[in-house]
């Protein structure tokens, strides 16, 4: 297992939840792939969203949808260059206020202790699946 890219993976999804998308960045390989499955829960497009400037884009529209967002994982996986997370996440609507809380997975790819992809799931067992043999 590498803790170095789990400790990475922790930094970003600290960085998200405080909305600070510097220090997320950092830990995001300048080319990063981000596959989000929360806007597409909430009706939106399956969209990709790439590099440093997609993930800014990306926060953008979850902050135009959402006034609050909250992901945690209780489970952290490293089978070597990949993480896999699952949890839980908690959103409030911006329009709405109404509050949604659910299931997440993460698999987060990495490459010289950087991000290179990120794919989310509302369903767990999808990012068990997505990330592969022997998860």
Not at 8 to 23: P, S, W
Not at 62 to 67: A, I, M, N
Request: net charge negative; aromatic share 6%; no cysteine.
């Amino acid at each position: 297992m590498s803790q170095k890219n789990v400790e990475a993976f922790k930094r970003g999804v600290e960085a998200y939840n405080r909305g600070d998308a510097e220090a997320l960045l950092e830990n995001l390989d300048p080319e990063v792939e981000w596959h989000p499955a929360l806007l597409v829960g909430l009706g939106g497009e399956a969209t990709v969203y790439r590099g440093h400037e997609g993930v800014r884009a990306l926060l953008r529209d979850v902050d135009d949808t959402l006034s609050d967002i909250h992901v945690e994982f209780s489970e952290i996986r490293d089978p070597g260059d990949q993480v896999v997370a699952l949890g839980r996440i908690r959103t409030r609507g911006k329009a709405s206020g109404a509050v949604t809380g659910g299931p997440l997975g993460y698999v987060a790819d990495f490459r010289s202790g950087k991000v290179t992809r990120i794919r989310t799931f509302l369903d767990p067992a999808e990012a068990l699946e997505a990330a592969g043999p022997g998860e």
